[in-house]
């Protein structure tokens, strides 16, 4: 066992925060093997309770929960920050040209080491990752994910039509080479496959199905694609599948619509749309920044909390603008005061965090798993330092309240927060 005592924060079942201000985290080995949290609460009332243990002490510091990453591209690490006049051409003009280059092993395993190591450095200790259509994209990003412990989940790219030579897939072959990675990765160590079609534009009908039905036979890997971001592809989508009521039910008649099937964005839906992503069971991956840059809009929290849907907050790099998870929630923290069509919506700070760590992680199907610090818990969390700048420390020695503390440092934080980010497998 180890123990580490500083503030800890972590979340209760009704989604609001528990703060400890001198807390007591210890961890140890369950009976697989894993580490994962076997105690925490105040060190006052704990300590005794541990005699002869040694305490790591880290005054001054935060244990949070690692964060949830519900959606980022891992090929896209190079253009963050690409401008285009929106979704199509960044697709175009970018993002394929990008991901060709991927067909290369050797290229795609330096990305890939740079990548995990940016997501652990800004604090992501679990995430849901796009690679690109080559098989070997994928098994360089498990491979570098594995080489650190960590629990990542990511998946081949099916796109075999309206995609240029280079990224374009065959569909069969496209097929065979998920079910090959989805046998030989799924469940191995941390790691987890996720069927990846691009979005319906990219996929013929018959990909969607075999999709589908991998899906259907695979019930628990995970599902992730993109639905409604732009109205441009909107549109393109309608033309494409002039049969199908919705862009979402375009995925709902391939079978691609079930609990641990997770879209981006899911900007543009009606009421008949939250509703079947309610009763399908599955989520959506919110991507603020992503959408404030391609400007595709803004995801209605209001109306998905009254349908009752699940969702969580996601990066989207390299749409989205920052790996930190402090962009993310200051994001979707403006867009929820700004961006609703009725009066703006105030995300609380413990809201926004939670969005980020167990209610991402809830969203996954990985409840109890990670996202949270509470005793069961795979022991994946950070030491933040809410004193690492200079207004950081002004702000936070201020704060009168937990909601205080935790707003100076969505608003002000970034990758200086995180001193140091603790993997459980690793430890
Ligand atoms: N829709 C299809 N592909 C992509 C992508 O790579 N990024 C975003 N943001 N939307 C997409
Ligand atoms: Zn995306």
Wanted: glycine share 10%.
């Amino acid at each position: 066992m180890k123990a580490y005592r500083a503030a800890i924060l972590r979340f209760a079942d009704d989604q609001t925060a528990l703060y400890e201000e001198d807390g007591l985290l210890v961890v140890g080995r369950n009976s697989l093997g894993t580490w994962v949290v076997q105690a925490v609460g105040s060190y006052r009332t704990l300590g005794p309770k541990y005699p002869g243990l040694t305490v790591e002490h880290l005054p001054g510091r935060i244990l949070a929960p690692g964060f949830v990453d519900m959606h980022i591209h891992y090929p896209q690490t190079d253009i963050i920050g690409a401008p285009a006049d929106g979704l199509l051409p960044w697709l175009e003009n970018y993002t394929f040209p990008a991901e060709k280059r991927f067909s290369s092993p050797a290229y795609a395993a330096e990305v890939a080491a740079f990548f995990i190591a940016e997501l652990l450095r800004n604090g992501v200790t679990t995430a849901l990752a796009f690679a690109t259509s080559h098989p070997s994209s994928v098994n360089a990003l498990f491979t570098e994910a594995q080489s650190h412990r960590m629990r990542l989940m990511t998946g081949k790219v099916l796109q075999d039509r309206n995609s240029p030579d280079g990224v374009r897939d065959e569909t069969e072959q496209s097929l065979i080479d998920t079910e090959d990675l989805l046998q030989r990765w799924h469940g191995v160590d941390r790691l987890g496959y996720a069927i990846t079609p691009r979005f319906a534009p990219t996929s013929s009908p018959e990909q969607l199905r075999g999709a589908g039905e991998l899906a259907a036979r695979y019930p628990d890997v995970w599902v992730q694609s993109h639905v409604a971001e732009n109205l441009g592809e909107i549109a393109w989508v309608k033309e494409l599948f002039p049969d199908a009521r919705s862009y979402l039910e375009v995925y709902q008649d391939f079978g691609l619509l079930r609990p641990r099937a997770v879209y981006a964005h899911c900007i543009h839906f009606d009421a008949t749309d939250r509703a079947l992503m309610r009763d399908s069971g599955t989520v959506a991956a919110i991507s603020p920044t992503s959408n404030l840059f391609l400007g595709s809009g803004f995801f209605d929290y209001a109306e998905a909390d009254r349908a009752g849907f699940r969702y969580g907050l996601a990066s989207d790099v390299g749409g989205g603008t920052s790996f930190s998870p402090f962009h993310t929630m200051r994001a979707a923290y403006y867009v929820g005061r700004e961006g609703q069509t009725k009066a703006g919506l105030s995300l609380g700070p413990q809201q926004l965090w939670w969005q980020h760590t167990a209610g991402a992680a809830a969203a996954l199907g990985l409840g109890g798993v990670v996202g949270n610090l509470a005793v069961g818990c795979e022991a994946d969390f950070l030491v933040l330092n809410p004193q690492a700048t200079p207004l950081l420390a002004r702000k936070t020695s201020r704060a009168r309240s937990l909601d205080e503390l935790l707003f100076g440092c969505i608003i002000l934080g970034d990758d200086r927060l995180v001193e140091r980010t603790v993997i459980s497998q690793a430890l």
